[in-house]
């Protein structure tokens, strides 16, 4: 059968329609099972399985031992939660005080910590001076002293003073512990029977004639200084110790004394006594034999002076 070329175009467009009409009933009846699937949606949270457990309702055992690891955690992030805060706080600080160091009149200090092991380690912890003697000396302080540090043997003389022939050393430090030189010190004291010769007439009994009553000398560049002299004899109500005058340009004078240590007469000593614990230890000089083997060598008294104030440079 031959069809005419009119009816072919005819058939084509029919089967097109058809095939157009069929798609659009399966589009709307797809469309149509959303909707309805839509009505019947629950939405459920996305943020935590928990949270889906508990919309869904299904039941779930406890154990105890998850209990302790979430509180055991919960703590963990709260500290870690505070850490972070004073870091954060202890940052801005710093910050601030780091633009504060910016400016020139701002001095930012920083907190001292008291404790007992840095006052014994600090450097920067300034000494305590050696203090002045109490009572005033000037009737037995002599007008000239002596020109040498050797109060046991007139100079060109060939005889020394009677009593135990003692050595004394010591250094003079600022508050900080420099030594200082150049100071100039003096010391006067008694003879072996306990008495000042200014005291004393020319031609008394206790007037020691070889003995120089009173000494100078100057330290060197280190601070030291050292005297040749005899064991003071003790007087009425006093120990035996030793008068000291010492002057510097730049830290004035400083009028004391010292004590040797371990003396029995320090503890009826009323000037001795006068004085607070730590001040004494202070005004209380070392004593040791320069032969520790023997113990009737010449005695070394070691007297260390510090004076109030601090260097303004050092040179060494």
Known sequence: MIFSLKNLNTVIFLLVCSIFWQAKADNNQNSEAINSANQNYVALPTYGTQDLINTLNIPVNPDPFLAQNQQVNNTFNQNLFKINTEESLLNKIYNQKKDEALDPYIVIQSPKIETEFNKKLSPYEPKIPTPA????????????????????????????????????????????????????????????????????????????????????????????????????????????????????????????????????????????????????????????????????????????????????????
């Open 133 to 316: 003697r109490f009572f005033l000396t000037d009737l037995s302080m002599p007008e000239n002293f002596g020109k040498t540090n050797n109060l046991a043997k007139k100079t060109g003389s060939f005889y020394r003073a009677f009593g135990e022939i003692i050595f004394i050393q010591g250094n003079i430090a600022d508050s900080f512990g420099v030594p200082i030189a150049n100071v100039v010190v003096e010391i006067w004291q008694t003879n072996s029977a306990g008495k000042y010769h200014t005291l004393l007439e020319k031609n008394s009994e206790f007037f020691d004639k070889y003995f120089n009553m009173s000494g100078r000398t100057i330290t060197d560049n280190l601070g030291n200084y050292h005297f040749i002299t005899i064991m003071p004899g003790s007087t009425s109500g006093r120990a035996p110790h030793i008068n000291f005058n010492v002057y510097h340009p730049k830290f004035g004078k400083l009028e004391t004394e010292m004590y040797f240590i371990n003396h029995p007469q320090n503890q009826t000593d009323y000037q001795y006594l006068a004085y607070l614990p730590k001040e004494r230890d202070l005004l209380t000089a070392d004593v040791r034999t320069i032969d520790f083997i023997n113990p009737e060598a010449i005695k070394l008294c070691t007297f260390n002076i510090v004076m109030k104030g601090v260097h303004q440079f050092k040179k060494f």
